[in-house]
């Protein structure tokens, strides 16, 4: 959309671009409705420095079982989002191999190996000749490695192309979206209704999905507060020369040390090494992360060396307090003027939710690979509902606990 009509309206509104946003919108379109998204510059957040691994187990930390879930599931669904989109998305069914540098790291990883085939997932050990036969530029010296077959890749910056194109340009509206437009009142229960836009125009629509990543935090008449922490992340791309192609053919995630790095090959003949972590509030290229990430990589892959670094790139991506996602609706509770019955609580549904408000950030490292997961509970919650198990990562739910917290310190009255 050129931005300039009077009015827009629109039977879903997403706020932000990335490739949530856009994977949330396209997944709507296709479901009969009208959509238009809403990001100054689509593509250009966490998104554009993603390196694409969908990796719902060698991604598995402990004590993560419900965020587990999630991510199992949307890997599975990630055939079936992809295939539409064409080879153009740059989704690859390629395996992913976790390295060890030393004996210490062997331990960790299969210490990790054990807890994942707890939960049934499948990990695969390799001696270094089996890894190095599968990937000979590996280095002689690594300890050992595991083979994880369902953990794949894609890349992010071809899939938000793929996405736009399918949308289409008159879907994306390339304005900052600067707060919620509220209806109700006088006895009416309060409903989002649209979105107030940069330009001061309102672009009104039947749902409003909050899909903006780190951006969510900034964005006026939310009902909650969305408990946003940036988590910043170096990535470096090289080229690889001809004589070396291919690098390796698996994504391989390594251990060095106790420090972790991933290397993932692009079919460009390009590789993605990432990725640092750090909450310094710095969106500059860290010049020690460099480092760190071209030293561990070259433990694992020596030929490293020679290849020539042509991008570096930081990005902040959107943590929460578990590091799961916020993703669902808002109980009614929260809205401004709106009744508080004692109800309201997580697995509430139906009128005790704001109408017209989903919620979909907070992924931190998870965003590309819970895509397709996203947009399917999006489009679920605006059919009507959504699966229960999806409401431990409702985006409410620290304020419900916060509410608890508040009343139980609430001075009693004594007879």
Same mark, same amino acid.
């Given at each position: ?7 827009? @309206? ?35 957040? =966490? ?15 402990? *004590? ?8 199992? +599931? ?12 064409? +080879?153009?998305?740059?989704?690859? @069914? #390629? ?40 990937? %000979? ?15 794949? *890749? ?22 900052? /979206?600067? /707060? ?27 749902? #409003? ?6 951006? /969510? ?31 390796? !053919? ?26 640092? *972590? ?20 070259? =433990?694992?892959?020596? +030929? ?8 570096? #790139? ?14 669902? @609706?808002? &109980? ?16 509430? @549904? ?21 895509? %397709? ?33 508040? *009343? =139980? /310190?609430?001075?009693?009255? !004594? &007879?």
């Amino acid at each position: 959309m050129d931005g300039h009509d009077a009015a827009i @309206r629109v039977d879903v509104a997403v706020i932000g671009a990335g490739v949530v946003g856009l994977g949330i919108a396209w997944e709507a379109a296709r479901s009969g409705r009208t959509v238009a998204v809403v990001d100054p510059a689509p593509g250009t957040g =966490a998104s554009f420095a993603a390196a694409g691994m969908l990796a719902a187990v060698s991604e598995y930390h402990y *004590q993560e079982e419900d965020l587990l879930g999630l991510m199992l +599931a949307s890997a599975r669904q990630w055939p079936e989002f992809a295939e539409p989109l064409g +080879a153009g998305a740059g989704y690859l @069914r #390629t395996p992913t191999l976790c390295v060890a540098a030393d004996a210490a790291d062997r331990h960790a990883l299969a210490d990790l190996r054990a807890v994942q085939e707890a939960h049934g997932l499948d990990v695969r050990p390799l001696g270094v000749r089996e890894a190095r036969t599968l990937e %000979p530029l590996l280095a002689p010296a690594i300890a050992g490695a595991f083979e994880i077959t369902a953990d794949h *890749q894609v890349d992010p910056r071809r899939l938000v192309a793929a996405l736009l194109a399918a949308l289409g340009p008159d879907a994306v509206i390339r304005e900052r /979206a600067e /707060a919620l437009v509220w209806a109700g009142g006088a006895g009416e229960d309060p409903r989002v209704v649209g979105v107030r836009l940069a330009s001061g125009r309102e672009l009104l629509a039947g749902e #409003t999905i909050v899909a903006n990543g780190m951006g /969510a935090r900034g964005l006026a008449g939310l009902p909650v507060p969305l408990p946003l922490r940036p988590v910043y992340g170096d990535i470096l791309r090289l080229r690889v020369p001809e004589r070396l192609r291919p690098l390796v !053919t698996a994504t391989v995630r390594g251990l060095v040390r106790g420090r972790p790095v991933y290397l993932v090959p692009r079919e460009d003949g390009t590789v993605v090494i990432g990725a640092t *972590q750090r909450e310094d509030g710095s969106d500059a290229v860290s010049a020690g992360g460099v480092y760190e990430l071209l030293r561990d990589a070259q =433990a694992l892959v020596p +030929a490293v060396a020679e290849l020539e670094l042509y991008e570096t #790139t930081a990005r902040a991506r959107p943590g929460t307090p578990d590091n799961a996602p916020l993703l669902g @609706r808002v &109980a009614a509770r929260f809205a401004a003027g709106g009744a508080d019955d004692g109800g309201g609580s997580p697995g509430a @549904r139906g009128p005790r939710d704001i109408p017209g408000l989903i919620v979909a950030t907070g992924f931190f490292r998870h965003g590309v690979l819970l895509t %397709p997961a996203a947009a399917r509970v999006c489009v679920e919650l605006l059919d009507g509902g959504t699966e229960e198990r999806w409401d431990a990562f409702r985006p409410d739910r620290f304020a419900h606990e916060r509410s608890r917290l508040d *009343q =139980a /310190a609430a001075p009693r009255r !004594t &007879a």
